[in-house]
Every structure is written in C-alpha cells, then in structure tokens.
Nanobody
Framework: QVQLVESGGGLVQAGGSLRLSCAASGTISNINTMGWYRQAPGKQRELVATVIRGGSTNYADSVKGRFTISSDNAEGTVYLQMDRLKPEDTAVYYC?????????????WGQGTQVTVSS
C-alpha cells in the first residue's frame, strides 16, 4: 500500500507563487508515475502535471510555462512549483501515484490541499 500526504497549499494573491509537496510512504519502490490533479468547485477533477520515473513530464495546457513538477524517486516525493498564479488556479490539489505490480496498476490519492488565489 501507498499513503500520500500533501502540504504547501494556502492563500496567495494573483501573480504569486506556491510550492506543493507530496510525500509517499509504504511500498514506494513500485511507483512509476506521480502527479498532481485539481478540482475546482462544481468542476471535474483534472490533470495538472505528471512525472514518470526517469524524468519525463506532462502538463495541462493551462499551466504550461507557469508550473513545474519535479520528483525525488528515492524519497518518494513529488513537488509542484506554481508561479504566476491566477484566480482560475483556485482548487483542491490532489497528489496521485501509480504503482505497478506485475501487470496491474494501482492508483493512489492524497487527501488534497486547498489552493486559493485571490484577484
């Protein structure tokens, strides 16, 4: 099993920055992808950014050039540096991990951390 704990959310003015952190514990050796998703009120959860073991990254178009995802595979941590934040970035941000066991992928979620961007 894998447990994910996020930190770093909060309230920031538009144009500001925040850094989210997610620490994985448990059986982290089989994690092959970690990422961040977000869910705004009344909207579906959406992908923000992912990073694959080995370093390949993927970003939603809405955050490209403003957000940077990074990870420390050995420590099982993933970070999301968010710069030039906009009010539309306001959401609950969830850490996500994909763990591969044989041919089965297990998906794990953190409890979420609130990010609020004021205009």
């Amino acid at each position: 099993q894998v447990q994910l704990v996020e930190s770093g959310g909060g309230l920031v003015q538009a144009g500001g920055s925040l850094r989210l952190s997610c620490a994985a514990s448990g059986t982290i050796s089989n994690i092959n992808t970690m990422g961040w998703y977000r869910q705004a009120p009344g909207k579906q959860r959406e992908l923000v950014a992912t990073v694959i073991r080995g370093g390949s990254t993927n970003y939603a178009d809405s955050v490209k050039g403003r957000f940077t995802i990074s990870s420390d595979n050995a420590e099982g941590t993933v970070y999301l540096q968010m710069d030039r934040l906009k009010p539309e970035d306001t959401a609950v941000y969830y850490c996500n991990a994909h763990r591969l066991v044989g041919y089965t992928t297990y998906i794990h979620w953190g409890q979420g951390t609130q990010v609020t961007v004021s205009s």
